[in-house]
């Protein structure tokens, strides 16, 4: 016979309320912001990087950046898994050549814009 009628008795009773779906966008958002936190503190440390330095080859020589500087790069985090510290090097320095110097008066806003 007809289990599922223990359950449902018409299709109303598949409709979800409208508590339950606020409920649910609610905590997907807090969840969202949850994840997201420990980029946006690393946002701040790259931003607080680029305004010390002087030019853009000086954030070569700013500690704890390097992962920001290569996602401004272009590189994934899948991407990084194969290649040497030298090829990460080597798209930080096309990153620095190629986009922030030749932007020299805006570089910080075009950089922190960009990543």
């Known amino acids: 016979m007809n289990t599922y009628r223990n359950h449902l008795q018409s299709s109303d009773d ?22 997201a936190t420990p ?8 931003q607080e990087a680029a305004i010390q330095a002087v030019s853009p080859a000086d954030l070569l020589n700013i500690q704890g950046i390097e992962m920001g500087l290569l996602t401004g790069a272009g590189l994934s985090n899948k ?3 194969y290649l040497m510290p030298e ?27 960009f990543c």
């Open 14 to 35: 598949l409709v979800t309320t409208y508590e339950a779906t606020r409920a649910g966008f609610v905590a997907l958002a807090l969840e969202k912001n949850r994840l």
């Open 39 to 46: 980029y946006v503190a690393e946002a701040r440390a790259l």
């Open 79 to 81: 991407s990084l898994a």
């Open 87 to 113: 090829d990460k090097i080597d798209a930080i320095n096309g990153l620095i050549k190629n986009f922030l110097e030749p932007h020299a008066i805006s570089w910080r806003n075009w950089f922190l814009g």
